[in-house]
């Protein structure tokens, strides 16, 4: 089963914008990562930020974590078309290292 | 590396029919996960192996479905007999288990059962 919600489920935003995706998640967990998801293609890591960090950046990514309300947000700043794709975030609990996944953030940025 | 390797890419079959997944991870890794992507329940593990051995088949929907990873470089999931309601993309993705637990996904086998 899905471990939580993200919004918004869809997303649309014109090149240059920023896009902000958030996920919420329901048990405590050893790490929290986001993936992308090209349409027919599978998965790709994108970061991972774990549950003693609060902020992680990488190029244009920016994540949070806020394990008290257990959320966070992706940002992706200056959006190019190439950034379309569905955006889930991952978590996983200790000690077992499989992943459950949020229901998705379909992003479209429009050129 | 060729990256996670799943074949079929697309399997079209009659309900009632054996299917087989396969899925060959990237060398070195040694957490194996099969996951399936459905629009109603999004993307949900199934079963996922360490060292070959299964750790967590919690997610296997019922006795109709089986995997195994006869080795450090391959892994199968069967479905017998298939429904329609199977219908959905399988991925395989690995991990190195001594690291930080990124996964590779492969590109996923369509299946389709009619």
């Known amino acids: 089963s899905q471990q939580g919600e993200e919004d918004p489920q869809a997303l649309s935003i014109q090149e240059g914008e920023n896009a902000t995706m958030n996920c919420s998640y329901k048990?405590?967990?050893?790490?929290l990562q986001w993936y992308r998801q090209n349409s027919g293609r599978g998965l790709v890591h994108l970061i991972l930020i774990r549950s003693n960090e609060r902020e992680k950046h990488s190029g244009r990514l920016r994540v949070t974590l806020d394990t008290s309300k257990k959320s966070s947000s992706l940002l992706i700043t200056a959006s190019r078309a190439a950034d379309t794709a569905s955006y889930f975030c991952a978590t996983d609990a200790a000690g077992r290292r499989a992943l459950t996944f949020g229901s998705g953030t379909r992003l479209q940025v429009q050129p | 590396d060729a990256g996670v390797i799943q074949s079929p890419r697309h399997e079209v079959t009659e309900m009632g029919q054996e299917v087989t997944l396969r899925c060959k991870p990237i060398s070195g890794h040694n957490s194996l996960f099969w996951y399936r992507q459905t629009m109603m329940r999004g993307l949900e593990l199934l079963i996922y192996?360490?060292?070959?051995?299964?750790?967590?088949d919690s997610g296997m929907p019922e006795d109709r479905f089986s995997a195994k990873m006869p080795n450090a470089s391959f892994s199968t999931l069967k479905i017998q007999p298939s429904e329609p309601r199977d219908s959905a993309v399988y991925f395989c993705?690995?991990?190195?288990?001594?690291?930080?637990?990124?996964?590779?996904f492969g590109p996923g086998t369509r299946l389709t059962v009619l």
């Open positions: 192996f360490n060292n070959n051995v299964p750790i967590d």
């Open positions: 993705a690995s991990s190195d288990s001594t690291g930080v637990n990124e996964q590779f």
């Open positions: 048990t405590s967990i050893n790490n």
